[in-house]
């Protein structure tokens, strides 16, 4: 890689990090399902005019966005409400292990000791994380989170069967069928949404451009013309940086104190995660 090319690599877990912290803010203003249906609409005003369609896919690329994208979100996003970003960051990196099994109970994809022993770690340390002080009676909003990457997961087994849809088009097309979706679900299971854009500040409205433009459109854009053009196995190692940026960004941007049980519990999520990343992709050369 060239120092651009690096350079373009590690901006992608930066976007995507910050997307937590200033979505915690943008929290205090609108309901979650409510934001992330927005952001959605505007990622697919964007995108959707650039990529092909899914050409015989329709109803499967729309079972993907109603579980991975507008259920996933929603869980993850509600849970986010009620917990401190850092946290939050933290958990939804069992998406994952939960990846791995989900390949491993459909596809019978081999995982080996090694990768088994990454998972148990992400795990570990998510418990050594809830059974923080700080944490006391949030078990609810942990279990959301958890929920999130636990259907991230089974989308991304149902990603594999597609045929034709992929990539940049498949972040376009999601958001196009999860956008309404969650905006629907808002009517039905939030309130206050008449009020949240009356009163909304630039904050909220800057978060929602945010996570539309800078963390789904460029973010991802750059993500797959990496892919493109190198190996996953030297990608994918920089978003080790996601939660560390995430970590980063709510103790200085939103003022979050991060516990000693938090720290701890984090660096065993991270570890476990780097132990599946890099050993997976070894492991895969080896296949």
Known sequence: MSP??????????????????????????????????????????????FVPRPKGE????????VLGS????????SGLKYLDASTAVLVVQTEVP???????????ERVGWVRWCGIIACFLGVAFISGS??????????????GGAFTWAIAQVMVKSLKTTEGFALIAWLALFAGPIMLVASLFLENGQYRALREATWVGWGTIGYLAVF??????GIFYKLLARFPVST???YLLLLPVVGVAGSITILGEKLTMSVLVGGLIVICG????????????LED
Do not use: H, N
């Open 235 to 237: 990608v994918m190692p």
């Open 70 to 77: 507008a259920i996933q979100y929603g869980l993850t996003f």
């Open 4 to 49: 651009i090319q690096i350079l373009m690599a590690v901006s992608v877990p930066v976007l995507w990090g910050l997307g937590f912290t200033f979505s915690k803010a943008a929290l205090d203003e609108f309901p979650p399902l409510m934001l992330m249906g927005m952001r959605f609409c505007l990622t697919a005003l964007i995108l959707i005019w």
């Open 273 to 284: 995660v780097a132990v599946i990343e890099l050993f997976g992709e070894k492991q895969k």
């Open 98 to 108: 939960f990846g791995v099994i989900a390949a491993w109970l459909a596809y019978r």
């Open 133 to 146: 002080p700080q944490l006391s009676g949030q078990w609810f909003p942990v279990c959301l989170v958890i």
């Open 58 to 65: 329709y109803f499967r690329v729309f079972q993907i966005a």
């Open 215 to 220: 963390m789904t459109a460029i973010g991802y």
